[in-house]
């Protein structure tokens, strides 16, 4: 089936320094892309999301491009703030017919002052 | 504006015990989801409703689960008998419109442990 591959976390990084978490999906169809953001104790919120190929999605200073050649969608913002501190998913639409999402398995980001 | 929600936030019971998760969806969505997340396997879908009826059950670990929505704004998921590997977060979520496009809105989730 269709599936979502994101790096393993936790990631550390220092307040300010630049982030890349990645994401490839698997190529079955024309899926829609998204990133998701999940605080302690909270459900997912999106965070943004691209529905075809070379858009690029945005929101809070983070972005990503859905690029069908590598198959990647990752995620990246310029500098990052303690309060980026969170749990991040990348999900594609599952397909098939299907409207649900299939997600990867989170990547814990943790951001020191 | 209310978000979509879930009761109970947390959950503890004995193995064996019946289990009864609810969930109000946003006014006017027409698609509810059911996910259960754990450490193991992440978030997984279980369940989903489009305009009150099910779609997609094939993520439904088990007949021990099941999923209702009598009305566009409830929706209930039953374990019955619960076991401790049920032990998770279950959210719900809500969307106007297929994923596609449209976000899904999740609830805060609903912390279930099977002693």
């Known amino acids: 089936g269709n599936s979502v591959t994101q790096m393993e976390g936790p990631v550390t990084l220092s307040e300010e320094a630049f982030l890349t978490i990645n994401c490839t999906y698997t190529?079955?169809?024309?899926?829609?892309l998204f990133w998701y953001v999940q605080y302690p104790g909270e459900g997912l919120q999106l965070l943004l999301k691209?529905?075809?190929?070379?858009d690029k999605g945005s929101n809070k200073g983070f972005e990503a491009t859905y690029r069908k050649e590598t198959t990647s969608f990752h995620l990246e913002k310029g500098s990052v703030q303690v309060s980026d501190s969170a749990v991040y998913f990348c999900?594609?639409?599952?397909?098939?017919?299907?409207?649900?999402?299939?997600f990867g398995k989170g990547t814990h980001l943790i951001i020191q002052p | 504006d209310a978000g979509v929600i879930q009761s109970p936030r947390h959950e503890v019971t004995e193995m064996g015990q019946e289990v009864t998760l609810r969930c109000k969806p946003i006014?006017?969505?027409?698609?509810l989801f059911w996910y259960r997340q754990t450490m193991m396997r992440g978030l997984e879908l279980l369940i989903y409703?489009?305009?009150?009826?099910?779609?997609?059950d094939s993520g439904m670990p088990e007949d021990r689960f099941s999923a209702k929505m009598p009305n566009a704004s409830f929706s209930t998921l039953k374990i019955q008998p619960s076991e401790p590997r049920d032990s998770a977060v279950y959210f719900c979520?809500?969307?106007?419109?297929?994923?596609?496009?449209?976000?899904?809105?999740f609830g805060d989730g609903t912390r279930l442990s099977i002693l």
């Open positions: 979520a809500s969307s106007l419109g297929d994923s596609f496009n449209q976000p899904q809105h």
């Open positions: 190529a079955t169809g024309y899926p829609s």
């Open positions: 691209a529905t075809k190929a070379d």
């Open positions: 999900a594609r639409t599952s397909g098939g017919g299907a409207d649900g999402l299939t």
């Open positions: 006014s006017g969505h027409d698609y």
């Open positions: 409703f489009n305009n009150n009826v099910p779609i997609d």
